[in-house]
């Protein structure tokens, strides 16, 4: 039981504080003296870079350079800077620009870092990049694998986007053009947007695992579940459209821990609340509300395709759905279907688990908090 507690209380914490999120890579064409040049912003975190990171892991944690990491994050922007530039030529090697198949030549113009800030959060870094004497069509970008994930953005030369791919580990994109892309068809458009949702869930958003377990913990029959899943679901959605469009917007510094907060009282209702009543969906709506301002800052950074902007966002909408049913299915399969007609299921089981829960929340709510 120590372990468990251990696992629950002490590991979400490091995994929300380290979480490896996807980099995004910004490919302007820009036009100039009759010549189609290009710019590339990568926006990473380059203390995970540096520190090589293996993609594969939820969190910096889990890898066994975690303490360089950590002593590199610790670092100011100049010193980190000085790092970075020892192994430049080496991160250049590892970029991929080609064109019909052949190396585009190209320089990095600037590097940004971040100031120390919060190192509960991995501070972001921008890298500047261009080139020149470019074609406008057949253009492809990737990196090396170590780099992980990525989210290519390309824009014509009014700035308007043009094609978006989400590029997994060890992936390079597909061909791509100054003008709307064959290949972008909506199709793409739906499954990469479907596919960061999902990722944003299982594996890496662990609050809201905790959260819709804690939903599922109160009863695994159908019709409690349906309604607090539903009022759930109603309520992101909409906090997640309203904060896309910057109708609605709240500090995370408030909604992170009232998030935790939802974690503890829903754990902590369902040792006291035997039926669902109009309070419990009530409470998991406005919880929702909070959630989905959540999800709305995770797609804010990411960026919307502008040619099928509605699509998009409801595909990422959907892509939180099918993860939230995915979390489901696994908790009633893996423990609900072949226990909970035992007659120690409610008291000691699930009041177990909901106090563990709890305690989950309550510690991050106090690490956020402070």
């Not at 926006?43 to 990171?53: D, K």
């Not at 695992?209 to 939903?215: A, H, N, P, Q, S």
Request: aromatic residues 12%; hydrophobic residues 45%; neutral net charge.
């Amino acid at each position: 039981m120590a372990r468990l507690l251990f696992i629950l209380l002490f590991i979400p914490s490091i995994v929300f504080s380290h979480e490896l999120k996807p980099s995004i890579a910004n490919f302007q064409f820009i036009e100039k003296d009759n010549k189609l040049n290009f710019k590339l912003s990568i926006q990473l975190n380059l203390e995970a870079i540096l520190a090589n990171i293996d993609p594969s892991h939820s969190d910096t944690d889990e890898s066994k350079n975690s303490d360089y990491y950590n002593s590199l994050r610790k670092l100011p922007a100049e010193q980190l800077l000085e790092v970075f530039k020892k192994s430049l030529v080496n991160f250049k090697d590892n970029i991929s620009l080609n064109q019909n198949e052949l190396k585009i030549p190209f320089e990095i113009d600037d590097v940004q870092i971040e100031k120390i800030g919060d190192l509960n959060l991995s501070r972001e870094t921008l890298i500047q990049i261009s080139g020149s004497n470019i074609d406008k069509n057949n253009l492809q970008f990737g990196w090396i694998k170590d780099y992980g994930p990525v989210i290519l953005r390309v824009s014509n030369p009014q700035k308007e986007i043009v094609y978006t791919e989400y590029l997994k580990i060890n992936s390079v994109s597909k061909n791509f053009s100054i003008t709307k892309n064959k290949d972008q068809n909506l199709f793409a458009e739906i499954y990469n947007y479907l596919t960061i949702g999902f990722l944003h869930i299982v594996p890496k958003g662990l609050d809201h695992i905790l959260f819709v377990i804690g939903l599922f913990l109160f009863s695994p029959k159908f019709k409690p579940l349906l309604i607090q899943v539903s009022a759930f679901t109603l309520a992101h959605t909409i906090t997640i459209f309203l904060g896309v469009l910057n109708i609605l917007s709240i500090s995370p510094q408030i909604v992170e821990p009232i998030i935790a907060l939802s974690i503890a009282y829903v754990a902590i209702e369902n040792i006291f609340l035997k039926n669902i009543s109009l309070w419990r969906p009530m409470v998991v709506f406005v919880f929702g509300l909070l959630h989905g301002l959540g999800f709305a800052g995770v797609i804010s950074e990411i960026g919307l395709s502008q040619a099928h902007f509605i699509t998009s966002l409801i595909s990422f909408n959907v892509g939180v759905e099918i993860g939230q049913l995915f979390v489901i299915v696994g908790c009633y399969f893996g423990f609900a279907y072949w226990i909970k007609e035992k007659p120690w299921y409610k008291k000691y089981f699930t009041n177990t688990l909901s106090i563990l829960i709890a305690l989950v929340g309550i510690y991050w709510f106090i690490e956020r908090v402070i």
